[in-house]
T-cell receptor, first 115, second 114 residues
């Protein structure tokens, strides 16, 4: 069964600290993996997308990693800011035999950055 | 802003009411989506429109009726809803339905069914 599991479920850190969010998936066949940030009261916004051949990709203070062998991804946030408080959602795309694409969404990690 | 707007932002309705959610995208995309986001659940894809034609309907109850009059507008007509339909309804758009193409989301409509 295609699944995406994220950990931790929630996290509280102090402003300026780093943190790492995890995403494990059992999706096959794999097409790509995307991290979204969802602020309270807003829709998700894409942070980064990773394909099978990519190991690391950065977007400012956000760095995503992908290990396609172990089917794990992480999102590292450096020097956190209060505006980083949000839900971070991992989404994995799969393609079936009919070339139909399907997105499998994780539950998200709720991050709170405190001053 | 993402270029996708949704109205209303909040809606409270009784089970016998009929209401509509509206979504408009200003990005020139040709694919639009309706999602349902409930607490403790992942996003659920409800409907997909590509070039104004419905291409996916994920076993959504008939009390939800989508309409896509053109590539910039998407509606979700609601009637005789149940309390368990209370959720955040998100609209998104993308350039084609390829999973590699980023979906741009609106702010959502927070729906409460009494």
């Amino acid at each position: 069964k295609n699944q995406v599991e994220q950990s931790p479920q929630s996290l509280i850190i102090l402003e300026g600290k780093n943190c790492t969010l995890q995403c494990n998936y059992t999706v096959s066949p794999f097409s790509n993996l995307r991290w979204y940030k969802q602020d309270t009261g807003r829709g998700p916004v894409s942070l980064t997308i990773m394909t099978f051949s990519e190991n690391t990709k950065s977007n400012g203070r956000y760095t995503a990693t992908l290990d396609a062998d172990t089917k794990q991804s992480s999102l590292h946030i450096t020097a956190s800011q209060l505006s980083d408080s949000a839900s971070y959602i991992c989404v994995v795309s799969s393609i079936n035999a009919g070339n139909n694409r399907k997105l499998i969404w994780g539950l998200g990690t709720s991050l709170a950055v405190n001053p | 802003e993402t270029g996708v707007t949704q109205t209303p932002r909040h809606l409270v309705m009784g089970m016998t009411n009929k209401k509509s959610l509206k979504c408009e995208q200003h990005l020139g995309h040709n694919a639009m989506y309706w999602y349902k986001q409930s607490a403790k659940k992942p996003l659920e894809l409800m409907f997909v429109y590509s070039l104004e034609e419905r291409v996916e309907n994920n076993s959504v109850p008939s009390r939800f009726s989508p309409e896509c009059p053109n590539s910039s507008h998407l509606f979700l007509h609601l009637h005789t809803l149940q309390p368990e339909d209370s959720a955040l309804y998100l609209c998104a758009s993308s350039q084609e339905t390829s999973s590699y193409n980023e979906q741009f989301f609106g702010p959502g409509t927070r729906l409460t069914v009494l």
